[in-house]
Nanobody
Framework: QVRLVESGGGLVQAGGSLRLSCAASGRTISTYAMGWFRQAPGKEREFVAGISRSGGGTYYADSVRGRFTISRDNAKNTVYLQVNSLKPEDTAVYYC??????????????????WGQGTQVTVSS
C-alpha cells in the first residue's frame, strides 16, 4: 500500500506560482502512474495532470496546459506539480493519486488506487 502526502499549497496572488509536492511511502512509486486532481468547493474532483511510470509521458487538462508542469523523481519517491500563472479559478484542494494498473497517466479518476489528503491552493485576484 502506498501512502501519499501532499505539501506546498498556500495563498498566492493571481499570476503567482507554487510548487506542490507529493511524497510517497510504503512502496516505490516507480510502479505507479501518478496524477494530480483538484476539487473546488461545490464542484466535482477534476483531473489536472498525469505522468507515466517512467516520467516520459505527461498529460494535462486543457485548462492548465502551458501553465502547470508535472514531474516525478522516482529515486526520491516524490511527484511534483509546478503551477505557474495562477488564476482565481485555480483555487481548490489539490490531490495526488497513484494508479497501479496503468503504465500511463490517465484522467480517469476511478483508475487511481491511492489518494493523498490534499493541499489547499488559494489564488486571490
Amino acid at each position: 500500500q502506498v501512502r501519499l502526502v501532499e505539501s506546498g499549497g498556500g495563498l498566492v496572488q493571481a499570476g503567482g506560482s507554487l510548487r506542490l509536492s507529493c511524497a510517497a511511502s510504503g512502496r516505490t512509486i516507480s510502479t505507479y502512474a501518478m496524477g494530480w486532481f483538484r476539487q473546488a468547493p461545490g464542484k466535482e474532483r477534476e483531473f489536472v495532470a498525469g505522468i507515466s511510470r517512467s516520467g516520459g509521458g505527461t498529460y494535462y487538462a486543457d485548462s492548465v496546459r502551458g501553465r502547470f508542469t508535472i514531474s516525478r523523481d522516482n529515486a526520491k519517491n516524490t511527484v511534483y506539480l509546478q503551477v505557474n500563472s495562477l488564476k482565481p479559478e485555480d483555487t481548490a484542494v489539490y490531490y495526488c493519486a497513484a494508479a497501479e494498473a496503468t503504465r500511463w497517466g490517465t484522467a480517469f479518476l476511478a483508475a487511481y488506487d491511492y489518494w493523498g489528503q490534499g493541499t489547499q491552493v488559494t489564488v486571490s485576484s
